[in-house]
């Protein structure tokens, strides 16, 4: 088969041929139609990410089609179109991942092949009011997004939400959910193109974070916020603190920007923020996620395409941050 393989810290995706997997025990074989790409596959990349191994196939998310089943009682699934759960030995407690806990990609071979093997466990119908690539590009920024928003910060209709950071798939998917849910969403970016695409699809407004007291400014427009999704990290996250209003809850799911600097204490005991740590999800919240797409007929948004040959090209496009929305492979 054809793959895009990575074969040492800051190697070039190259695309090649690599030996097609052979499903054992409770495993399936896929043929995969689209890929996406996560952040994760660029730090991978960059040698940013613990446990590295190579070569390797990277790629969390896909949209395929079950092409052989190991065990005889998972042959219902042969032909069906399909998504995966990328968290893939999350444990037994819902709270927290075991510390055995894989995601699909590393160290285990990903999605950027034209055919992976997965636990059956882990499959669940491709919603049918979705594209292949639409599907593609749901799974890891869907669950992250998801459990973010709803099992850490346990977002209320009607509340105010800020998104950090939008543009990215996890940010995106984070305000696509909150609108979704009836809440009052508000976004930043360093480009105003991007605030003005999130606003077309429901956010109230946002802010440009490159200019002067953008925060004080969100305050007065907003009213504050009760819960913030944030990827960044960094200097700016004490200004989150002073956003936030009594009783507030912040899910940090990342740190693009870097380390914290949390501000003011008092005003964190003071307004009884509660400061959230989210990665991935479990198994029940990666189904809860794709039962709340298919009940309000969200939709990724797709950034590009590109050609599985091109994966080095489609890494470079997410590193230099020019999308809005998800990066796809056409295998």
Not at 162 to 172: M, P
Not at 303 to 322: H, I, S, T, V, Y
Request: hydrophobic share 45%; aromatic share 10%.
């Amino acid at each position: 088969m054809k793959a895009a393989v990575l074969h040492e810290i800051n190697g070039k995706f190259i695309y090649q041929d690599f030996e097609q997997p052979v499903p054992t025990g409770n495993e399936v074989l896929i043929k995969v139609n689209h890929a996406a790409l996560n952040h994760r596959d660029v730090f991978i990349q960059k040698g940013q990410y613990a446990g590295l191994a190579f070569p390797i196939i990277c790629g969390s998310d896909l949209c395929g089609v079950v092409v052989q089943a190991a065990n005889p009682s998972h042959a219902d699934w042969i032909g069906k179109e399909v998504i995966v759960n990328p968290s893939l030995t999350w444990g037994d407690n819902p709270r927290v991942q075991a510390k055995t806990y894989t995601i699909l990609g590393l160290p285990n071979n990903g999605s950027f092949a034209e055919y992976i093997v997965v636990p059956a466990h882990l499959l669940y119908p491709k919603p049918t009011h979705l594209s292949s690539q639409a599907a593609a590009a749901l799974p890891l920024a869907g669950l992250t997004a998801f459990r973010a928003l709803f099992s850490r910060a346990k977002v209320k209709a009607g509340e105010t939400v800020l998104v950090t950071g939008i543009g990215g798939g996890v940010a995106i998917y984070a305000a696509q959910f909150a609108i979704a849910h009836a809440c009052k969403v508000y976004v930043t970016s360093g480009s105003d193109e991007k605030i003005a695409k999130a606003v077309s699809f429901g956010a109230i407004g946002g802010a440009n974070y490159k200019t002067t007291d953008w925060h004080k400014n969100l305050a007065k427009e907003s009213g504050g916020f009760d819960v913030i999704i944030d990827g960044a990290g960094g200097p700016d996250f004490s200004k989150l603190i002073d956003l936030c209003n009594p009783g507030a809850r912040i899910a940090s799911y990342g740190a693009t920007v870097g380390a914290w600097n949390t501000g003011v204490p008092a005003k964190i005991f003071w307004k009884q923020i509660d400061i959230l740590g989210s990665t991935m999800g479990n198994e029940e919240e990666f189904k809860q996620m794709v039962d709340f797409v298919n009940q309000h007929q969200l939709v990724p948004i797709v950034a590009k395409n590109f050609p599985l040959a091109q994966c080095e090209d489609a890494a470079r496009f997410m590193d230099d941050g020019r999308q809005f929305g998800k990066i796809v492979l056409d295998i």
